[in-house]
């Protein structure tokens, strides 16, 4: 019975050196495996790739095992939806017609058994961060996505993997909470909770999963990455729980 609904991010899959991604993408996969009987709809909440720019006939090499399972899982009735993040900002239309998947550029707000989910992937939200906010803003225009496809894709791949080596991604640092009064999203979340009432706030990027309640009705749930930590969350219809994958 298809009842579940799964959210997991920051994957960073190509993100160097290649055992290491190739090795996670199979965690990844594996993982899949295990969610395709009961899984209903899958929010992957950005940062799937260390690196995405979809060229009008090119994309990224690699991922072939990862697209096989996302192929199977829409060809079982799975609807897939793809949060951009500050890695993979550079979607266009290639997941969605080869697998059907939707496209979120920013939040999504979604209503499911009489819940209401907000869900970004977590960059450029909540104070401070103006360097980043302005340059998101620059990447995510139409000029510069023209002017980056203007690169043949050996260069313009070459400089991205660059200039991701020098991610936090790529230099396995992990993250620890900085607590209530100082995380970003939470604040965030606190924010627009005082406007507009949403049961569960869903975010990635953060890279350190955590389930915080905003008071009695709310939660903020950081779904973590797969580098160290290989944690997701899923909506039962009743409860929205954070799990660990165990491999």
Partial sequence: MRDKIYFASDF???????ATSRARELRVVNWLDTIKHDAKELFLVGDVFDFWFEYRTVIPK??????????????????????????????????????????????????????????????????GDSTYKFLKSFFRSKFCQWLFARLHPNLGIGIAQRWSSHSRAANGGEEGFLG??????????????????????????????????????CRVVNLGEWIHHCTYAVWDGEEL???EWKH
């Fill in 180 to 217: 209530v009064e100082r995380e970003w999203l939470l604040l965030y979340a606190k924010e627009q909770q005082q406007h507009t009432h949403y049961d569960y706030f869903i975010f990635g990027h953060r890279h350190l999963p955590y389930d915080v309640a905003l008071g009695a009705a």
């Fill in 241 to 243: 729980i954070l799990k």
């Fill in 62 to 127: 690699g991922f072939v095992r990862f697209f096989g399972k996302l192929a199977e899982l829409a060809d079982l009735g799975v609807q897939l939806t793809f949060f951009k993040g500050n890695h993979d900002m550079w979607m266009f239309g290639y997941l969605q017609e080869e697998l059907g998947a939707r496209i979120v550029s920013d939040e999504l707000v979604l209503e499911r058994d009489g819940k209401r989910f907000f869900i970004h992937h977590g960059d450029g939200l909540g104070p």
């Fill in 12 to 18: 960073h899959l190509g993100v160097l050196p290649e």
